[in-house]
């Protein structure tokens, strides 16, 4: 059975390749075709599953280090199972037919990176970046030496040989601040590209929400690619209603 090739509007494509700096802008939506759950997604959000107070807020590190460590080691060592899916190897490969490409991932996981894109932001952190909890040294760690704890398995942080407190998730937390350097990279950015794609994203989080519509307030090409409706449909220039990893391929071709 023959599948239609989909066919995108001719400004859209033109406004690809004459672009000076694109930027594409994901949220979990583009990791869900590795099989990363999403947050809000139906039933599946991890938050329907997980209590974000319960693990993603420094109040409940404080309160139970062992169970949230625990939790984010077990989220990475799900990471590392996964595999980049079309959108995120479409995405790398537009890098490289357009003249520039920012990636602004508000995902902590590492597939972006792994598909090939190297100008990555992460405005919400890394579950690969840890950093102590005292006196914020930053730490690496590789993709797949996670402890794989199963759901939330207590495990307990390491402790940080600079100064000996705890390590944290290199996440931002719920009521803690983006990292200052990564949101000015993203604000710059967005106010100064030319196409703004937002990617699999509810677009309720701010301020990583603000940047689609800041990037429509400066002139810029908003480019919608969600299978569901958001609050940015009535302010993109085009609303590609689909998955990421069916479209991004399709569209990339077209370019
Ligand atoms: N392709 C494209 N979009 C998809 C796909 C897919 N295959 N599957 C789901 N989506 C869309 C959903 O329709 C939804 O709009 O992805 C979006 C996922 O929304 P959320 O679960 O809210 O994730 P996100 O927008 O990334 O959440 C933002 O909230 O909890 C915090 O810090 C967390 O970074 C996260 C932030």
Redesign the pocket.
């Known amino acids: 059975m023959k599948r239609e090739v989909m066919t995108f509007p001719p400004d859209l494509i033109e406004a690809l390749r004459t672009a000076h700096h694109v930027v594409v802008s ?5 990791s ?2 590795s099989g990363i759950p ?4 139906g039933l599946e ?3 329907e599953i997980f209590d ?1 107070e319960q693990f ?1 807020t420094p109040q409940a590190f404080a309160r139970q280090p062992d169970l949230v460590w625990g939790w984010y080691e077990f989220r990475r060592a799900q990471v590392a199972k996964c595999l980049p899916n079309p ?1 995120h190897q479409a995405i790398a490969t537009l890098a490289r037919k357009v003249r520039r490409l920012t990636v602004i991932t ?3 996981d590492n597939l972006h990176e792994r598909a090939g894109s190297t100008d990555v932001i992460h ?2 952190g890394s579950l690969h970046a840890p950093i102590c909890a005292s006196c914020g040294q930053s730490y690496m760690m590789s993709a797949n030496d996670a402890q794989a704890g199963e759901t939330g398995g207590r495990l307990p942080p390491p402790t940080c040989p600079s100064c000996g407190g705890l390590v944290r998730p290199g ?2 937390w ?1 009521g803690e601040m983006l990292p200052e350097e990564a949101l000015e990279r993203a604000q710059q950015a967005t106010l100064h590209c030319d196409v703004f794609f937002s ?7 701010y301020p ?2 603000a940047l689609p519509f800041m990037a429509a307030e400066q002139g810029a090409c908003v480019v919608q ?4 409706p ?1 609050g940015l449909d009535d302010y993109a220039s085009f609303s590609l209603v ?4 069916e479209v991004m391929p399709e569209l990339v071709a077209a370019v």
């Open positions: 994901t949220g979990a939506g583009v869900q075709e999403t947050f809000r997604d959000g991890l938050w974000p993603a959108a508000q995902n902590v405005l919400h996440i931002v719920f990617i699999g994203t509810s677009v309720v989080v990583a929400a690619i969600n299978p569901e958001t689909g998955k990421a990893g």
